[in-house]
């Protein structure tokens, strides 16, 4: 219970939410008639509007990105780590806006709100959406709040592709593109993953085919599952190792050496739970499964796997990216299996073929993709000194 | 400013796309940037030079030029710099093929080792030279291709590249007469400025 909090804490944080009547009309050929965007902003606006930062949330990410919501909060939010006073994104000198995505489950029209025009739960009907329906809906966010180009679009993972977005479709609308831990599109395997973590969710009994808020119930089995699967993406082999295998042997638990810590001391010789990390996967999927919307988690991963910028240009990514404008950090982490440094490198090869601007870190870390929400000092350092750059330049406009 | 940047700063062309072998700090393209504007991008290894580049705001790529150079495109740059790395990389030769296949021009300096220093060193001592220019022992040496001005020139022309200017200096980055006279001699940092034969 943070009543004190700590100076590089962006403090208390209260969303906002904008609705927009427009109609934003969807790559899937459908269209979105008035929806809601949840946000959040820390920092202060400059006068001459020139110092934001856009941020993009990943799979299951949202507006809540910095700070707590009340004294009695314990957790802050999501990138944390990053962002606030003196921090990578430092909200001394930038203001950072953070939305919760269309379709998303944490304020933002999705899935899990009330269709106005049946006066029910959209569940399955509520549009796909993609990366690019995504950017769209921030643009027009933007102009709400006055922006008409961001200093710089930063976003991990899920969020990296939409940067990416944002800087073939908006080349004049942002200055920086900051993409950590991404690709320029899915692999089969990833894609694969993402397919096991849907059919986990739709075949669970209370999926009801999406329609389980009607029915008064949701997939918990299946969200648990998805997220189970998702999260042994989400770390390294190492990771787990560290966390979970400090025992010499799976019998001993208290050694420090190699193997698998038991959640007992002894094997069970049955089908429970015998290991840490059963359990710890045990409890981070009922975690989710009790906060996220399963129709969301579907339309997310679906995001993910139909991204892919260098569609409209015959598959030549780096004609994409002769769109752009920008200048681009890209960041990779060592240990990655999801997005792995060779995937970061296939956007930097693309982005020098296009003749862009671009500075490439490949940090040499322990904990997999989970990396880019961690404070590890060579990421840090470098995004903090690059972002730095980014305010001395606008300093320098200004004068 | 460093005498050898000055001398090659008179090689770009304004505006010209530069890339820079192993950059350092990226003292080199910073100053290329501010004084010529060019659109450079440096290749590195070290972290805290990469977090220097960034600072400076000098485009800075994390990669090892001996894992090779075939993510660039044939002549995607204008000039391709690699300043005091030739002796350090694994395959020289190579190397300056590939600098020549991805920019138009080429600007290479190294220490040359047939440098009086060295060769004295070499024969009054009879073990392979330690100084302040050279500081390392042969065991742990990053310079495993140490080469002289007159092994350069025999690979420019066995490659049939065009040396368009040579230049030795000394470790103070002057020159004068006598170097331009026996530069193999008495010069201890070549600056070469090449180019394909056309």
Redesign the interface.
């Given at each position: 219970m943070p009543l004190q909090f700590p100076s590089d804490n962006v403090g208390i944080v209260k969303p906002q939410t904008i609705h927009f009547d427009e109609d934003l009309p969807l790559r899937s050929g459908k269209s979105l008639n008035g929806f809601d965007l949840v946000f959040e902003t820390y920092g202060e606006l400059n006068s001459d509007r020139s110092n934001a930062i856009l941020i993009c949330h990943a799979l299951s990410g949202d507006h809540h990105a910095a700070g707590y919501h009340s004294d009695a909060d314990t957790k802050t939010g999501w990138w944390d780590n990053c962002i606030g006073p003196g921090k990578a994104i430092d909200t001394d000198q930038f203001f950072v806006v953070s939305l919760n995505n269309l379709g998303g489950c944490a304020g933002s029209t999705g899935p899990a709100s009330i269709d106005p025009a049946t006066g029910k739960y959209f569940g399955p009907d509520f549009p796909v959406v993609t990366v690019r329906d995504w950017v769209n809906s921030q643009a027009m966010l933007s102009d709400r709040l006055g922006i008409t180009r961001w200093a710089a679009v930063v976003g991990g993972s899920l969020g990296g592709m939409q940067v990416m977005r944002w800087a073939i479709s908006y080349p004049d609308r942002i200055g920086h593109a900051v993409c950590i831990a991404t690709a320029p599109k899915l692999s089969a395997q990833n894609i694969a993953f993402n397919e096991v973590a849907r059919q986990s969710i739709t075949n669970d009994a209370n999926f009801y085919g999406g329609r389980y808020l009607d029915a008064g119930t949701y997939p918990k089995r299946g969200l648990m599952l998805a997220r189970m699967v998702g999260h042994i993406t989400y770390l390294s082999d190492s990771a787990m190792g560290s966390k979970f295998g400090k025992s010499t042997t799976a019998y001993d638990p208290n050694g420090d050496k190699f193997g698998r810590d038991l959640r007992s001391g002894t094997l069970s010789f049955g089908f429970d739970l015998d290991f840490q990390v059963e359990s710890y996967l045990h409890y981070q999927g009922e975690r989710f499964s009790e906060n996220f919307d399963a129709n969301t988690y579907l339309l997310m991963t679906k995001a993910l796997d139909y991204f892919d910028p260098a569609i409209d240009f015959g598959g030549d990514l780096s004609r994409a990216f002769e769109q752009a404008s920008c200048?681009f950090?890209v960041m990779s982490f060592s240990t990655d299996w999801r997005f792995p440094p060779a995937r970061s490198?296939e956007i930097?090869?693309y982005l020098?073929?296009a003749?862009k601007?671009?500075?490439?870190?490949?940090i040499e870390a322990e904990q997999g993709h989970d990396s880019f929400l961690l404070p590890i000092p060579?990421y840090i350092?470098?995004f903090k000194?690059?972002l730095?750059?980014v305010f001395?330049?606008l300093s320098k406009d200004a004068a | 400013m460093r005498p050898d940047l000055e001398i090659i700063q008179n090689w770009i062309t304004p505006k010209s796309?530069v890339l820079d072998l192993g950059c350092g700090d990226g003292s080199l393209l910073n100053y290329l940037r501010l004084k010529k504007n060019v659109?450079g991008?440096g290749l590195e290894i070290d972290?805290d030079n990469?977090?220097s580049?960034?600072?400076?705001?000098v485009?800075?790529?994390?990669?090892n030029i001996d894992e090779g150079l075939t993510?660039?495109?044939s002549n995607?740059f204008d000039t391709v710099l690699l300043t005091q790395t030739l002796q350090a990389s694994s395959k020289p030769d190579l190397l300056v093929d590939e600098m020549l296949r991805i920019g138009e021009y080429g600007v290479i300096t190294f220490p040359n080792f047939g440098n009086w220093k060295s060769r004295l060193s070499l024969a009054s001592n009879g073990r392979m030279p330690v100084s302040k220019f050279m500081p390392h022992n042969w065991y742990d040496t990053p310079n495993i291709h140490f080469c002289t001005v007159k092994d350069f020139d025999a690979l420019c022309m066995e490659k049939n590249v065009t040396v368009l200017t040579r230049t030795v200096v000394d470790s103070q980055h002057q020159g004068n007469w006598a170097m331009k006279a026996w530069p193999n001699f008495l010069g201890e940092i070549a600056i070469y400025h090449i180019t394909k034969n056309s």
């Open positions: 200048k950090l490198r930097v090869d020098l073929k003749k601007e671009v500075s490439y870190l490949e060579r350092g470098g000194a690059y730095t750059r001395e330049e | 796309r659109n991008i972290a990469i977090e580049c960034i600072e400076k705001g485009n800075v790529i994390e990669q993510n660039f495109q995607s």
